[in-house]
């Protein structure tokens, strides 16, 4: 069935470090990919997107690829602050029947 | 900018009691998905409605969870009995039904505790 697997935290980083977190998928046909961030006792908020192969979304900083190929949509981010601490979430949706898959979160803290 | 909103934010409740969340989707969504969110995973769909219909309940507990969207704008989700081990954060959220690009967008969640 339809999945995603993404990296499990936590991790923790220096201000300013560099952050991939990775996520890979299993879908059949052509699914959209998204992250979500999940701020302390809120809901989940959408980061970034990609509707198709090589797509990039991008969104205060951060970036993921869709690559279809390797079947991946790891975010990045060149420089991490403090406010980046979150649960992030990696999420494909089927293009039929409007579903979607989360993977289990990967929780950051940045330290200053 | 339009939000999903979700009541109550919190709920105590003890074992054995009804206990009931409602959701009022973002205006024209016309799929509104309850999930289940426990603490340190991912976010486990419940139900998930297309208008007033149900297009997936697989997952949802039916001996003692129930969901309704009657006029297919807000929904009500409702557990009776609670168990302990319905703590969690539930979330509702909605999209518009147009082929599969777009993105859900969640409300803030009620988080349930069971005593």
């Given at each position: 069935g339809d999945s995603v697997t993404q990296m499990e935290g936590p991790v923790t980083l220096s201000?300013?470090?560099?952050?991939?977190?990775?996520?890979?998928?299993?879908?059949?046909?052509?699914?959209?990919?998204?992250?979500?961030?999940?701020?302390?006792?809120?809901?989940?908020?959408?980061?970034?997107k990609a509707t198709k192969a090589d797509d990039k979304g991008s969104n205060k900083g951060f970036e993921a690829t869709y690559r279809k190929e390797t079947t991946s949509f790891h975010l990045e981010k060149g420089s991490v602050q403090v406010s980046d601490s979150a649960v992030y979430f990696c999420a494909l949706k089927k293009n039929t029947g409007n579903q979607f898959y989360f993977g289990t979160g990967t929780s950051l803290t940045v330290i200053p | 900018e339009a939000e999903v909103a979700q009541s109550p934010r919190y709920k105590i409740t003890e074992k054995s009691q009804a206990v009931a969340f409602w959701c009022d989707?973002?205006?024209?969504?016309?799929?509104?998905?309850?999930?289940?969110?426990?603490?340190?995973?991912?976010?486990?769909?419940?139900?998930?409605?297309?208008?007033?219909?149900?297009?997936?309940?697989?997952?949802?507990?039916?001996?003692?969870?129930?969901?309704?969207?009657?006029?297919?704008?807000?929904s009500t989700l409702k557990i009776q009995p609670a168990e302990l081990g319905d703590s969690a954060m539930y979330l509702c959220a909605s999209s518009l039904p147009i082929g599969g690009r777009t993105e859900a967008f969640f409300g803030q969640g009620t988080r349930l505790t069971v005593v």
């Open positions: 201000e300013e470090a560099c952050l991939t977190i990775n996520c890979t998928y299993t879908a059949t046909g052509y699914p959209s990919l998204f992250w979500y961030v999940q701020y302390p006792g809120e809901g989940l908020q959408l980061l970034l | 989707p973002i205006s024209g969504h016309a799929t509104l998905y309850w999930y289940r969110q426990i603490l340190g995973q991912g976010p486990e769909l419940l139900v998930q409605f297309q208008d007033e219909s149900v297009v997936d309940d697989s997952q949802l507990p039916k001996d003692r969870f129930s969901a309704e969207r009657l006029k297919g704008v807000d």
